[in-house]
C-alpha cells in the first residue's frame, strides 16, 4: 500500500553526473526523507581534479549501496514510490549512465515512471526543499507572481546565469565563455600548490593575504552577461612566474601566495557579484537563487547579501554542491507538468538549460 497521499509525491532520486554518488527520497519536491552522498574526493585528490575513468568506476561500486541506503534511511518501501528521478546531463558521459542505468533497473523492476533531470534545473529546485530557499519566508514559486528569478549556478563545471520564469521556463542569460570559475579556482590552487579542491585552499589562503596588492583586468565580453575567467588564471601565472616561477612543481618561496590567492577571489567574487547585480536588474528579478560548490565561498556570500538590493538564498553547503535531493525536488514539478521518459532514454552529457 502506498503511504503517499493523492496528488502527492514521493520521489527516489540519484545523480551521479561528476564525482559524487547520491540518491535521496523527496516527498513532494520539498521534504527530505533521506540524502545519501559517497564523495570521490579523496579518489581525485591525488591527481588533484576529476579523472573521468576512475569516477565511472567509483560510480559502479558506490550506486547500489547508497541507493539502498537512502531507501533504508527513508523508511520508504519500493511500493510507496511515485517516480524514480536521475540526472541525464550535463556531465561525464562515463558517470551519468551509472545513474541512468541504475534508475532504468529500479523502474523496469517496480514498474514505476522514469525522470531523466537537467542537473542545472536540479541547482535551481535545491532552493524549494523545505526551509532553504525564498519558500521559507514566504511562498516562492507557490504563484505566477513570485517569477522571474534569477539563478547564478557556479560550479568547477558551472558558470552560469539563468532567467526562470516560471517551473520549468527557462532562459539562459549567461555563461562562461572559457573556465567555470570553479575550475578557475581550482587551476590557480594548483599553480599555488595548496592543494584540491581549490575554492576552499585558497578560501583558506585568502584570509592571510592582501586582496588588494594585485589587480585583474576585468574581461571585456561580447554578451553583457557572460563571464571569462581564463584571462585571471593566465594574469596569476604572470605574477608567479614575475616572482620566480615553480621550482620542483611549487612556487618559488619568493612568490606572494597569500596575496595572490586573496587578489585572485577578490576578482572573480568581483565579477560574479556584479554580473548577477545588473542582470537581477535588468530582468527585474524578484529574488536571486545561488547554487553550486562556488557558492560555499564566504566572500561571494557576504557581497552578494550586501550589494544586492532583492532576496538572495544561498542552500545549506550540504545542498550547494551536487546532491540528489535537488534531482528529486526539479523531479516532483516536472512530473507535475506530466514529464515522464521511456526506458530508452539516453544520457545527455552537454544538455543545457535554457
Ligand atoms: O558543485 P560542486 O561540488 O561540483 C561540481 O563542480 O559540479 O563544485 C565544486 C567546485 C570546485 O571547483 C571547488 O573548488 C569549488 O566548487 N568550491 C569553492 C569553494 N568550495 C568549493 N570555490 C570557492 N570557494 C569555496 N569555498
Ligand atoms: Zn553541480
Redesign the pocket.
Known sequence: MSNVKVGATRILAIET????TAAAVIDNGRHIRSNMIASQIALHQRYGG?FPEMASRAHIEAIAPVIRQAMEDAGAGWDSLTAVAVTKGP?LPGSLVVGVNAAKGICLAYDLPLIGVN?LEG?LYAHWLAGTGPAANGPAGESEQDFPLLGLI?????TELVLMKGHGEYELIGHTVDD???????KV?RMLALG????????RAATQGNPHRFKFSRPRMDRPFDFSFSGAKTAAWYVVRDFGGMIDGKPNPRVPVFDLAASF?EA?VDWLVDKTLRAAQHYHAHAVLI??????????RERMATLLPMPVFFPP?SL???NAAMIGAAAHFAYLRGARHDLDMDVEPDLKIG
Open positions: 553526473s561528476c564525482d559524487e576529476v556531465g542537473h541547482h557556479v560550479s568547477g563545471g558551472h567555470a570559475a570553479g575550475e578557475a579556482f581550482d590552487a584540491y579542491p581549490g575554492g576552499p585552499a585558497i578560501e577571489q572573480v547554487g553550486g560548490g562556488v557558492s560555499a565561498n564566504r566572500l561571494l553547503l550547494c554542491t551536487d
